[in-house]
């Protein structure tokens, strides 16, 4: 696509329930970023892939949540046992392949809103 | 580890004042360092970036930014602006890492408001 398409735009959940976000890069992007935005905050890191394995997921806070990639285009972010304190946008982003036109530079989707209720 | 900070939480202007938003990075080797900003409503955009070569960089919309590397600086600069600028703006730092990582770090932003 154009853009990085990220669904849901908006999802609404209670304490204790599993979350799934997905992240649909634009195409030919071989990094794909998560980052978590909170209120009045900048973008925190969470994971990055290149093509289908986690190049760096030193940012996910604990082992509730967990990314994936299985073919190197879209990814999905699990959260499980969804706390309150996990309320915020969550980003993804993407970049091409290094040595190409734009490499290292981020392409940011509009972010999927996390309300744990 | 890699680190920014941003001095200005939220600055207020009025329009044809001139801006500098202040960015200082905590990183001792080769960086990348962006400045992205986000207009109410939208998405994060690309504002300017620098990589190496002429520290003064130009970005769309009349910004420019310079990396002064002794002062781990890459400060946001626009001579006049406006109501459309208002929004909140953001500094990142790429840096080479141990592990070859090559995640982005944000600060946590500054808000900008433009009034008429």
């Known amino acids: 696509g154009a853009g990085v398409s990220q669904t849901p735009s908006n999802k609404v959940t209670e304490k204790g329930k599993y979350v799934e976000l997905r992240c649909d890069p634009i195409s030919g992007h071989t990094a794909l970023y998560w980052y978590r935005q909170s209120l009045g905050q900048g973008p925190e890191f969470l994971i990055y892939?290149?093509?289908?394995?986690?190049?760096?997921d030193s940012g996910l806070p604990n082992d509730r949540f967990f990314a994936v990639r299985p073919e190197g285009s879209v990814s999905t972010l699990k959260i499980q046992r969804t706390e309150r304190g996990d309320s915020a946008v969550y980003l993804c982003?993407?970049?091409?392949?290094?040595?190409?036109?734009?490499?290292?530079?981020?392409?940011f989707g509009a972010g999927s809103r996390l309300t744990v209720l | 580890a890699q680190s920014v900070s941003q001095h200005n939480h939220h600055v207020i202007l009025s329009e044809a004042a001139s801006l500098e938003l202040g960015c200082n990075y905590s990183?001792?080797?080769?960086?990348?360092l962006f400045w992205y900003v986000q207009y109410p409503g939208q998405h994060l955009q690309l504002l300017l970036k620098y990589f190496s070569g002429d520290p003064l960089v130009k970005g769309i919309k009349g910004f420019e930014a310079e990396f002064i590397k002794s002062k781990f600086s890459f400060n946001l600069r626009k001579p006049s602006v406006q109501w459309s600028d208002t929004a909140e703006y953001f500094c990142a730092v790429k840096g080479e890492t141990q592990g070859g990582s090559e995640k982005l770090v944000f600060g946590k932003g500054t808000k900008l408001t433009v009034n008429p």
């Open positions: 990183y001792g080797g080769t960086v990348n």
């Open positions: 892939f290149q093509g289908t394995g986690a190049a760096d």
């Open positions: 982003a993407s970049s091409p392949p290094s040595g190409s036109s734009g490499a290292n530079v981020l392409t």
